[in-house]
T-cell receptor
Framework: DAGVIQSPRHEVTEMGQEVTLRCKPI?????LFWYRQTMMRGLELLIY????????DSGMPEDRFSAKMPNASFSTLKIQPSEPRDSAVYFC?????????????FGPGTRLTVT | AQTVTQSQPEMSVQEAETVTLSCTYD???????LFWYKQPPSRQMILVIR??????QNATENRFSVNFQKAAKSFSLKISDSQLGDAAMYFC???????????????FGTGTLLAVQP
């Protein structure tokens, strides 16, 4: 049974470039989350979706960040234009609400470096 | 707003010994979940153990157990018979148990880096 899949695992880009991170949640899960991890701010939630609909995007830092979930098996997080302060590890996680526990299962993360 | 505090940035334990990682949280809610996640150097976030606030019995998963003190808002993780593979960053996390709405996010502590000495 495949877990949450993220791509790419590593991304190095220059300031000003567009970056797109991708996530495939666990099949059947109805919640999808995007987190960012930095040394300064720790793990913080950026946005989450329920049944492909964005529910809470209050953690999205600014308009340069956008996230979409066009279907139940795919989501993207886009940064345009990227800045050095966006360098971080970005995690996608998914969960299943049916039994109430809402345990979140994380992908391996994408390490983004913006130079 | 809920907060999670891990006051031990780093801990060290000898192989085969027992170690306890501390976590406290603040909430006005009566029903919620608490989690411990492990993040080894591979950076994969791995769920270690979960505790429902309405359960008085402490959760246990093999060598991992928790001491959940609801009144004190304390949720510590005990690792027994520590192994080299337990070396990792450990995060305590809180999640509201209210269904739906904007309450499904995990709120993480700052983490405790555990070193296991051979």
């Amino acid at each position: 049974d495949a877990g949450v899949i993220q791509s790419p695992r590593h991304e190095v880009t220059e300031m000003g470039q567009e970056v797109t991170l991708r996530c495939k949640p666990i099949s059947g899960h109805d919640y999808l989350f995007w987190y960012r991890q930095t040394m300064m701010r720790g793990l913080e939630l950026l946005i989450y979706f329920n049944n492909n609909v964005p529910i809470d995007d209050s953690g999205m830092p600014e308009d340069r960040f956008s996230a979409k979930m066009p279907n139940a098996s795919f989501s993207t997080l886009k940064i345009q234009p990227s800045e050095p302060r966006d360098s971080a590890v970005y995690f996608c996680a998914s969960s299943y609400s049916r039994f109430g526990s809402y345990e979140q299962y994380f992908g391996p993360g994408t390490r983004l470096t913006v130079t | 707003a809920q907060t999670v505090t891990q006051s031990q940035p780093e801990m060290s334990v000898q192989e085969a010994e027992t170690v306890t990682l501390s976590c406290t949280y603040d909430t006005s809610e009566s029903d919620y979940y608490l989690f411990w996640y492990k993040q080894p150097p591979s950076r994969q976030m791995i769920l270690v153990i979960r505790q429902e606030a309405y359960k008085q019995q402490n959760a246990t998963e093999n060598r991992f157990s928790v001491n959940f003190q609801k009144a004190a808002k304390s949720f510590s993780l005990k690792i027994s018979d520590s192994q080299l593979g337990d070396a990792a960053m450990y995060f305590c996390a809180y999640r509201s148990a209210v269904r739906g709405g904007a309450t499904n996010k995990l709120i993480f502590g700052t983490g405790t880096l555990l070193a296991v000495q051979p």
